[in-house]
């Protein structure tokens, strides 16, 4: 499925097409895309005893983080229950970027060799 950057020129136009068709095919659900990273934080509960004075602290307590519409990193607490969904949700916005690049890169192909569709 996946191709290289600069692949595309060795296949043939139907191949082309062929392989925009099984791309788009592949895409993710829309509903389930999020953008960001899950970062695992530890805190310090301050008790003196407590194994967090010494060694690592309690968690991972998981957060999106993320750039917000401001252009500054937001952090969005993910509580444990939402942590694989919000995984897999970046995991299908990566997918999607990935698959909106290679469909752009055969459109391109195909306009080098004037083929409209
Ligand atoms: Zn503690």
């Known amino acids: 499925m996946e191709t290289a950057k600069g692949d595309w020129s060795r296949l043939d136009t139907e191949s082309l097409r062929q392989r925009r ?3 788009i ?7 389930e895309v999020m953008h960001g990273s899950l970062i695992p934080r530890y805190t310090r509960c301050g008790k003196k005893n407590c194994h967090c004075a010494t060694g690592q602290g309690h968690g991972p307590h ?5 750039l917000g519409a401001n252009g500054r990193t937001r ?20 997918r999607l970027q990935e698959i909106l690049s290679h469909v752009e890169e055969i459109n391109r192909e195909l306009l080098h060799r004037r083929a409209r569709d």
């Open 21 to 23: 068709a099984d791309l």
């Open 25 to 31: 095919a592949s895409i993710p659900p829309l509903q």
């Open 62 to 66: 998981w957060y999106l983080s993320a």
């Open 75 to 94: 952090m969005d607490y993910v509580p444990d229950a939402f942590v694989d969904v919000v995984r897999q949700r970046i995991q299908n916005h990566h």
